[in-house]
Structure formats: structure tokens, C-alpha cells
């Protein structure tokens, strides 16, 4: 019996993940309260639901305190659960909040939207480890939508790695769980013909390859990554994110993700995202 929980931040793409789970075939429940989800798995149970989605109700005293327990009676009870902890950027909730002209849900005549945010965010901050936790910041709802299908398509009792290319100036990812720094390496950007192309392409791809430097680069992150991942299954995670950045996100960290990727697919399950390309 599959049962996926959802937290997180309000405006980081709750609503559009539960819809994305119920064309995926789950039975689908947006903000309940954590006090009810036992009552309502027992009910689940004995009615033959075997794959339940729940988006968690923060809101509802005492919020989300006791999930730990919680995610432990379940799996008692015959369940396997995963947690997903979305997450976004403040000015990006700022931005997603101004746009739709919705109120924070915990915003007051006290409490500005920024302020809202943050109290939410201290709320939450202690389960946000309890599961994999995904930053949404730089994404639509359509390729929000697509990487939950990829996420539950996985099998959740073994380590999944995620390879993710990013640009720093857009920022760090807030889910990376290591992170790898390329912008040291020869740019594909200053090359007129290659700076729409991204890292997929072959023409990049060859340039890349022509340069010693990329391929010890290549081979030091390999080294690191596939040293310390028994490591970190052997801790019970079941998730790990690998975030590679160069400037823009196109070119360098593309390439360096696709590759990582091919590398490691036939020992762990792996998934890509490359966030600026999205």
C-alpha cells in the first residue's frame, strides 16, 4: 500500500502536485489534518485504497507536529510512506501570492506576507527532514507536474539519486543535498555558434570533451559521488540531490548531469532536472 504525504511551504505548488497524483491514479486528499490521517488510513485500508496521496493541513494546531509518529504508525499498519516537502524561494512566493491576489494563510493584520512566509517556514522547519524536499521556485506547473510523475514512478525501498543542473545566478537550489561547483571550466557561451545550444548537444558536448580539464572535473565528481553513496544508502535515505552549477545552467552543468546520469543508472534508480532549461 502506497501512501505519499505532502507538506511544505504555502504557494510552493501543493495544489498542483495532489492534481498531478490523482491523474496518476492516486486517491487524492488536500489539507488534512494531521490528527485525522490515522482514522482515515484505517478507512483507506479497509476499503481496498492502496494508493493514497494527502496534502498535510499546517494550519490546523498543532500543524505538523507528531508527523514523525505518524509516518511510523502508518508503516506499522502495513503502509509504504513517502514524504515530500515542497519548498520555494521567498520573493518567489512573494511573486506567486502578488500574481493569484491570494491571502497567505497565515498573513494577519500584524503580519506582513514576508513575515507570513518565514513564520510558516519556522512552523515547518522540523519535518522538513523527515523526507525528500523539493525546490519549486524556477518551476512551471506543467514541469512541476511532470517531475511528480517521475518522482512516484521510482521504487520508493531504494536509493534514488537526482542529478540537477542549475546557474548560480539564478541561485542554489534549496533542495541540493551536494552541490558542485563548474564554473571554472571552459565556456561554450563565448562560442557564437554553441551559446544557444545547451548541453545536450552534440556540437557542445565536443567542445566540452576536447578540454582536459572537463574530464577531470568529470572524473573527480564521479569518484566523490560514487565513494560516499553506499553511505548514504546504508543511513536510510531514500533520496539524494546532486546539484551541479555553472554560470547559466545551459551548458557545463547539462553535460556534466547527462553524463553523471548514464554513469550511474545501472546501479541506483536515477532521475535528471535541468532547471534552467525548464
Not at 232 to 258: F, K
Request: proline share 4%.
Amino acid at each position: 500500500m502506497d501512501l505519499l504525504l505532502i507538506g511544505g511551504v504555502s504557494g510552493s505548488g501543493k495544489s498542483v502536485a495532489i492534481a498531478a497524483l490523482e491523474d496518476s491514479g492516486y486517491y487524492a486528499v488536500s489539507n488534512l489534518p494531521l490528527s485525522l490521517l490515522s482514522a482515515l488510513l484505517a478507512q483507506l485500508k479497509a476499503t481496498a485504497q492502496d494508493r493514497v496521496a494527502i496534502v498535510l493541513d499546517v494550519k490546523t494546531e498543532p500543524g505538523l507536529a507528531g508527523l514523525a509518529s505518524a509516518i511510523d504508525d502508518a508503516r506499522t499498519n502495513g503502509w509504504t510512506v513517502r514524504f515530500l516537502y515542497l519548498d520555494a524561494k521567498t520573493d518567489t512566493l512573494v511573486k506567486r501570492f502578488s500574481e493569484t491576489r491570494r491571502r497567505h494563510p497565515f498573513s494577519s493584520d500584524d503580519r506582513t506576507l514576508t513575515e507570513a512566509i518565514e513564520f510558516e517556514r519556522e512552523r515547518l522547519a522540523a519535518v522538513r527532514t523527515l523526507g525528500y524536499s523539493f525546490d519549486t521556485s524556477d518551476l512551471s506547473a506543467a514541469a512541476l507536474r511532470s517531475w511528480i510523475k517521475d518522482f512516484v514512478s521510482v521504487d520508493p525501498s531504494r536509493l534514488t539519486v537526482l542529478f540537477q543542473s542549475f546557474g548560480y545566478k539564478h541561485g542554489v537550489p534549496l533542495d541540493a543535498d551536494l552541490v558542485f561547483d563548474v564554473r571554472c571550466l571552459p565556456n561554450p557561451h563565448y562560442e557564437p555558434l554553441l551559446a544557444p545550444k545547451s548541453g545536450k548537444d552534440a556540437a557542445v558536448v565536443e567542445y566540452l570533451e576536447r578540454h582536459a580539464e572537463v574530464e577531470r572535473m568529470y572524473g573527480d565528481i564521479h569518484h566523490f559521488v560514487s565513494s560516499w553513496l553506499p553511505d548514504y544508502a546504508r543511513d536510510n535515505r531514500n533520496y539524494l540531490t546532486v546539484a551541479i552549477g555553472c554560470t547559466g545552467g545551459h551548458h557545463r552543468s547539462v553535460y556534466l548531469v547527462e553524463r553523471l546520469a548514464r554513469a550511474f543508472m545501472d546501479r541506483y534508480q536515477v532521475l535528471t532536472r535541468h532547471r534552467e532549461l525548464s
